[in-house]
């Protein structure tokens, strides 16, 4: 194995347990916690933690989830170097990654990216039903409704599950005043 794929277990594994042990913190602020990303840009570090919270996800809840998060890596900080913990919400156009992600965004309009294509198409659109299966007999899928028919891919052929922003429409009454 080269020495990327050794860093890059290393800092998935890192992930993951940070992902287990902020999940039960967040959720003590009221948030529920979708994702633990360390990521590097331009030579600097970055420990990125999505949260979501029905309501929105509002700055003074990322500053409190950051805090209690902060207090907890100055306990035990399993992070190498120096680093930046940002914390915020998921983004309009997230890459779905972990379960709790198909959960939370289930019913939201997704795009799902393949490997391979399948008759010549890579790409499909339609609203997240979730996941399916990886009980051991039946492989895990990602489900989407796609208008007419519902489509299940192979999570191992799935290169990216993506929402898909689309902005609300204006609400009657509401926007810009016209004469």
Not at 6 to 21: H, S, T
Not at 50 to 66: K, S
């Amino acid at each position: 194995m080269c020495v990327i794929g050794v860093i890059w277990m290393r800092r998935k594994e890192i992930e993951d347990m940070l992902y287990g042990r902020f999940a039960p913190l967040v959720k003590s602020e009221g948030a529920e916690l979708l994702d633990v990303e360390i990521a590097s840009e331009n030579r600097e570090t970055y420990l990125r933690v999505a949260i979501y919270h029905p309501e929105g996800v509002t700055l003074d809840l990322c500053a409190a989830v950051q805090k209690v998060l902060s207090d907890d890596l100055d306990q035990d900080d399993p992070m190498p170097g120096s680093y930046t913990l940002e914390v915020s919400s998921p983004g309009l156009e997230r890459t779905l990654k972990r379960p709790k992600e198909f959960e939370v965004f289930k019913g939201q309009p997704v795009k799902v990216t393949l490997f391979k294509a399948i008759d010549g198409k890579k790409s499909f659109e339609g609203k997240l039903l979730g996941l399916a299966g990886g009980d051991g007999d039946t492989p895990e899928q990602v489900v989407i409704d796609a208008g007419e028919t519902t489509l299940a891919f192979d999570r191992k052929t799935v290169g990216s599950v993506r929402l898909v922003y689309q902005p609300r429409a204006q609400e009657e009454g509401g926007g810009r005043n016209e004469r």
